[in-house]
């Protein structure tokens, strides 16, 4: 059964004309941008819908390596293997940030991102030829 977050998602899809996965990458980078807000942070980070739950989880993205150069985007490999035995040169190692408490940024940010993104589909759908 689908959520109502994604309901609503295929609902605005089909009045707009654009496919659901634009939404959903909107919504992602909306998240990605309000976390990064939140945290202060310059750690190199994902967004990624749960179309069951209907929640956006995001998590800090480090690749494994043998000397840590940058810590806000490496990980080394024994510090890896602490948080999963199959680390390798090279994996990447995700680490959950918490986005309950993005609370009123998040939904500041995901409206922006959304006038932001309806104007680019307007003049992408104005280009070719389609009716608005």
Not at 11 to 28: D, G, Q, T, W, Y
Request: charged fraction near 30%; glycine fraction near 4%; proline fraction near 3%.
């Amino acid at each position: 059964m689908a959520n109502l977050l994604y309901q609503q998602i295929e609902m605005l899809s089909r009045e707009k004309h654009i496919e659901p996965e634009v939404v959903i990458s909107a919504i992602e980078d909306a998240m990605v941008v309000a976390a990064r807000k939140f945290y202060k942070t310059e750690e190199d980070l994902r967004g990624k819908f749960n179309a069951e739950s209907g929640q956006v989880d995001v998590h800090a993205v480090h690749t494994v390596v043998e000397e840590v150069m940058d810590p806000k985007r490496e990980i080394s490999l024994a510090d890896a293997k602490k948080k999963n035995p199959a680390a390798e040169i090279g994996a990447e190692i995700l680490t959950a940030k918490p986005t309950d408490v993005l609370g009123r940024i998040a939904a500041q940010t995901a409206r922006g991102c959304r006038n932001a993104s309806s104007r680019s589909w307007k003049r992408t759908i104005s280009a070719s030829g389609c009716a608005w």
